[in-house]
């Protein structure tokens, strides 16, 4: 995407899109019906967005991009939205749907030997979570093993593995690989200790 685009926007509580992940969506509301249509006609992309129980929407967003879209004879839709970037939005207005100016928000990655070390203790704390019974779905080891970037190593195990909706939030508002991966893996570390 180009900087400064506007988008269109569902705001979700409590759902975090990862750049890479599948989100399957049932659309309903006749503005967010209104966006898909507009969404469809042009690029196919809008964002997923959050806001707090102030009714504020989180300034870093979700762009995706619709993969499958499926639309129902009562003017509803299923879909599904794969992540594509971060973006930090602005000029945020509510009709006739949520849009918003949109820039990407590129990784930045100024230690790469730390951050494929850090992916390796990621990959660790992966392992021994599936040891331990987590549900992995299948084929997944084999996706993480293709990913060259360790940003969007950290990304998929994110949107697999990390339940929380607050560690989520943080971990996509982190354009930072190193602490990213980090934080990731403070985050696996915790839910190791509670299956103990």
């Known amino acids: 995407m180009t900087n400064n ?5 569902m705001i979700l509580p409590g759902v975090t899109l990862f750049p890479g992940a ?7 509301e006749p503005r967010y019906q ?3 249509r507009a969404a469809l006609d042009g690029d196919r992309m809008f964002g997923i967005a959050q806001a707090g129980e102030d009714g504020i929407v989180a ?10 879209c499926v ?12 992540g594509a970037s971060r973006v930090v939005l602005s000029s945020l207005e509510m009709l006739p749907y949520p849009h918003a100016s949109a820039t990407a928000l590129p990784d930045s990655d100024p230690d790469p030997a730390g951050s494929a070390a850090l992916r390796g203790e990621v990959h660790e704390a992966f392992l021994q979570l599936r040891k331990s019974g987590w549900e992995i779905p299948s084929g997944f080891e ?3 093993a293709g990913l060259g970037s360790p ?10 593995l990390v339940h929380d909706p607050v560690e989520q939030r943080g971990l996509l508002e982190e354009t930072g690989v190193p602490v990213r991966l980090s934080r990731l893996l403070r985050c ?9």
């Not at 599948?22 to 309903?28: D, H, K, R, T």
């Not at 639309?71 to 794969?82: M, R, V």
């Not at 950290?154 to 697999?160: E, I, K, L, N, T």
């Open 5 to 9: 685009n506007n988008v269109g926007l």
């Open 142 to 144: 084999g996706y993480l």
């Open 59 to 68: 300034p870093v967003a979700s762009l995706g991009v619709v993969r499958a």
């Open 151 to 160: 940003g969007a190593y950290a990304d998929a195990v994110a949107a697999v």
């Open 34 to 36: 209104e966006m898909l």
């Open 71 to 82: 639309a129902n004879p009562d003017g509803t839709s299923n879909l599904i939205l794969q």
């Open 188 to 196: 696996l570390f915790r839910q190791l200790q509670n299956t103990l």
């Open 22 to 28: 599948l989100l399957p969506l049932y659309i309903f």
